[in-house]
């Protein structure tokens, strides 16, 4: 009998790291629930020859929610007026430090909107500060769009890693997702040029977003094939009410679980976090994103007036107790699945 289309697929993207744009397209429209089953424990394999069972862990720091951005998907948005809008103090973000080194974490995140206050001469010397004080932790930062100049500033000041999710590959849809001064094509030079700098780049998009198409997805992937980054950020597309797209469905949590299972056989070391999106769809959303081939999760180390403020979307998984309580929570349901937090910076194993 003729082997099914979809494990023919399958076995060809493991092997060749690879698929054209048609076939990407094909296997989507293909998949059947074996069919992901199977690309789900191919996926899992990859991952454990590279990973074994470890699982890394990013602690998130939500600094600030202010953003001169207006992006139609995005709670903290411009516009948003229904929102408290906070920014942590430099020694609030060294505390978030202190206590996620307490609870094993040697890598920081350090989120926010692309607020006017984050200027180099501001963020420099919080970097220094940390690398200091945690000579054994990378520092990754996520701020958005900025000069070369700045991306050089901030690497120098210690910065090891950049997390900037190209959102979409395909240049219609990003106008489709952005107001008209945000442009496709910058945000992607600014992906090279943190490359360029020497910086372990991660890109990613969302799954699910207003017209996305499935072509949209096929070109998402060749566009990380293209760029290796070293991490990849993918979850959901989920509504907030406080923005233009709060009548749009919510991305599906089994589309995104086959898009973590098909980066990680066309990028077999890449850090793949199951996210909090991931996590806010579905209650073992984030086990489920482990099981499917990521290896990473990102436990929010935010104070809890932070956490509650820093709205992309609604319902985001904050739970409402501390930080440490939802860490040691996420940590038995790691080790409830088969798998066990590594303590350490948790680098790309490129060779
Ligand atoms: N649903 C899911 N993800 C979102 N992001 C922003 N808004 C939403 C939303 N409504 C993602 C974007 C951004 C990252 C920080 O969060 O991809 O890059």
Not at 145 to 159: I, K, P
Not at 250 to 272: H, K, M, Y
Request: glycine letters at 8%; one cysteine or more; hydrophobic letters at 35%.
């Amino acid at each position: 009998m003729m082997m099914n289309r979809q494990y023919q697929l399958i076995d060809r993207l493991r092997s060749d790291r690879l698929l054209s744009a048609e076939e990407i397209v094909e296997l989507l429209r293909c998949l059947d629930h074996e069919g992901r089953d199977y690309l789900f424990s191919q996926a899992a394999e990859v991952r454990q020859q590279i990973y074994g069972r470890e699982v890394y862990i990013r602690g998130l720091i939500e600094f600030t929610n202010y953003c001169r951005n207006n992006c139609y998907y995005c709670g903290i948005r411009r516009s948003n007026r229904r929102l408290t809008r906070y920014r942590l103090t430099a020694e609030e973000i060294l505390g978030c430090c202190e206590q996620g080194y307490r609870l094993g974490m040697r890598s920081f995140v350090l989120q926010g909107g692309e607020d006017a206050a984050n200027s180099d001469s501001y963020l420099t010397p919080i970097i220094r500060r940390i690398k200091e004080r945690y000579p054994d932790c990378a520092v990754t930062l996520s701020i958005g769009e900025r000069s070369c100049e700045s991306y050089q500033a901030l690497f120098d000041a210690g910065a090891d890693r950049y997390l900037l999710r190209h959102e979409t590959a395909n240049a219609e849809h990003y106008a489709l997702l952005h107001p008209p001064e945000m442009s496709w094509a910058h945000r992607r030079r600014c992906i090279e040029q943190l490359k360029e700098i020497g910086y372990q780049v991660g890109c990613g998009f969302m799954v699910g977003s207003p017209g996305q198409t499935a072509g949209c997805l096929a070109e998402d992937l060749l566009y990380l094939r293209q760029v290796e980054p070293h991490m990849v950020g993918i979850g959901p597309f989920i509504p907030q009410q406080d923005t233009p797209f709060a009548g749009h469905p919510a991305g599906s949590v089994e589309l995104t679980l086959v898009l973590l299972a098909l980066i990680r056989l066309l990028l077999p070391d890449v850090l793949l976090p199951a996210t909090t999106a991931l996590g806010t769809a579905c209650a073992d959303g984030r086990e489920r994103g482990l099981m499917a081939g990521a290896n990473v999760v990102m436990p929010n180390i935010s104070p809890r007036y932070a956490r509650e403020n820093y709205r992309l979307y609604d319902n985001k998984l904050n739970s409402g107790s501390e930080a440490a309580e939802g860490y040691q929570e996420l940590r038995r349901r790691i080790e409830g699945i088969g798998y066990h937090i590594a303590e350490s910076r948790g680098d790309c194993r490129r060779s």
